[in-house]
């Protein structure tokens, strides 16, 4: 691949045409849903996971600090706020039709391609900003009906992938559509073009993105269709018609599909990536009457986990088997593969875990307790390097006491943000309210394309409910619950 931009972590995002009544009250959004016609019995859709990697993929690296992690400290040295964009201003009334998308809502999703930074807010709305002039660009809603639902920033030829339904037609199905980033910043939205127009993404249908292995992947309820694409043009490539389908998971160059399981075993099926030729086919032996927490595949080792049972980790090569006992495996919330160390993630109760394909537990992370009990991967970033990973956490006990409110004797809903080393589990640097040194930063005089900041920094670290770090520029962008975006950087 000859482009050069840094995957982050929204680089497999599936989401789903959710029935209307149901995303009104889960406020619109649905990413990293897992597919339609699960057994009821079958709880794989708790899981939701972001993979990552893409591009050339280099060997698995050996599990040992990289030198990136060491300068980490000194990287983060010195952050400031540095700027304040808000969402929502007195235009909003006049640019959409919906009066749900003039309320303020919460952030739930920030992408950054360049100088650019795009904001999706909880309620559809999504603004872009100028990270240049700090000036809000445009808003990416360009029907007065429209509501966003997620985003995805094409690397591929530097474009944004925007998600959306319609009030024209109930909010039934999911509209594609892509518009280079210059075009953007030039604010000629309308200069953009309708994905996947043939394509019937009606609940339950869905459209993922795999920057993995640079493939789109939709299916169609109406008629049982998974298509794939290729992310780079956009080009159809093939098509699986199986009623029998139940799930497709995607991995580097292969796709695992996964059949209605019987009482005792799940038919799975391995396919190419690249023309879906059938690899292997073969069948998984389940515990009779125990429900599926999840079944993954990473290369060629098959995860599978029952409730109340051991973790089974499978060579679909030679059929060895590894087992971890669920005393010391907790079925997570969220899982985050990391093609390049040869590891895995685990988020669970707040917790974050790296284990490797073993079995081992390899990484348990000091002072990186996640502030959201439902991990949110909107509030994770992993570098590049897969060597560090920026969340919002809460803050230790003593920062804690630090930021209890004397008068009311409540404590704050600040957070932190703190950036761990994913081979050592060590916090190597944080944003913290306690910190005395951290202050909004000083305006010279004379320059006039900085942002007007009316938050406090204690205020800015309230209630973050997104969270984007980006590598180029060394910037963490936050958003909170008011609807605002807060640039952190040294």
């Not at 474009?159 to 075009?183: A, G, H, M, N």
């Not at 009990?373 to 060597?387: G, L, S, V």
Request: net charge neutral; proline share 4%; aromatic share 10%.
């Amino acid at each position: 691949m000859e482009h050069h931009h840094k995957p982050g972590l929204r680089v497999r995002l599936r989401i789903t045409a959710a029935r209307r009544r149901a995303w009104l009250s889960a406020g619109l959004h649905s990413a990293c849903r897992k597919p339609p016609r699960r057994d009821p019995s079958d709880s794989v859709h708790k899981v939701a996971r972001r993979e990552i990697g893409g591009g050339h993929r280099r060997p698995p690296r050996p599990a040992a600090p990289s030198s990136a992690a060491f300068s980490c400290p000194e990287k983060f040295r010195n952050f400031q706020l540095q700027e304040e964009y808000d969402t929502y201003d007195d235009e909003v009334h006049f640019l959409v039709q919906l009066p749900f998308l003039w309320n303020r809502t919460k952030i739930i999703e920030i992408v950054a391609a360049k100088d650019v930074i795009f904001a999706l807010a909880q309620s559809g709305l999504c603004a872009a900003f100028n990270r240049t002039t700090n000036k809000r660009i445009c808003y990416l809603n360009i029907s007065p009906d429209e509501v966003i639902r997620s985003l995805f920033y094409n690397k591929n030829n530097d474009s944004l992938i925007t998600v959306s339904v319609y009030e024209s037609d109930r909010f039934s199905s999911l509209k594609c559509r892509t518009t280079p980033i210059e075009y953007i910043r030039r604010g000629h939205l309308n200069d953009g073009f309708p994905l996947f127009e043939t394509e019937s993404l009606k609940y339950p249908g869905f459209v993922e993105f795999d920057d993995v292995n640079g493939k789109v992947l939709t299916f169609s309820a109406q008629d049982s269709t998974y298509k794939v694409f290729d992310l780079k043009n956009y080009n159809f490539l093939y098509s699986i018609c199986d009623k029998n389908i139940q799930e497709i998971k995607i991995s580097p160059g292969i796709m695992l599909v996964i059949y209605q399981k019987t009482n005792c075993h799940v038919p799975l099926t391995i396919l190419s990536i690249e023309d879906g030729t059938p690899l292997k086919t073969f069948s998984q032996l389940l515990h009779r009457n125990r429900k599926v927490d999840f079944i993954e595949q990473f290369n060629e080792k098959l995860l599978v986990k029952q409730d109340k049972e051991n973790l089974q980790i499978i060579d679909v090569r030679n059929s060895d088997l590894i087992e971890v006992n669920k005393t010391e495996f907790m079925t997570p919330s969220a899982f985050i593969f990391l093609y390049e160390n040869n590891l895995f993630l685990t988020f669970c109760n707040r917790t974050v875990a790296a284990w490797n394909f073993r079995g081992e537990l390899v990484t348990s992370f000091e002072d990186h307790e996640l502030w959201h009990p439902n991990c949110n991967t909107n509030n994770i970033y992993i570098t590049a390097d897969q060597d560090l990973i920026i969340s919002y956490c809460k803050v230790s006990n003593q920062a804690v006491t630090d930021c209890i409110d004397t008068e009311a004797g409540e404590a704050s809903s600040m957070g932190s943000i703190n950036m761990s080393n994913i081979f050592t589990g060590k916090c190597v640097a944080k944003i913290s309210p306690s910190d005395p040194t951290l202050t909004v930063a000083p305006r010279t005089r004379g320059d006039k394309s900085r942002s007007t900041i009316r938050s406090t920094v204690s205020e800015a670290l309230e209630d973050i409910t997104a969270l984007f770090y980006d590598e180029d520029r060394n910037e963490i962008y936050t958003g909170n619950s008011k609807g605002l975006v807060h640039v952190w950087s040294n």
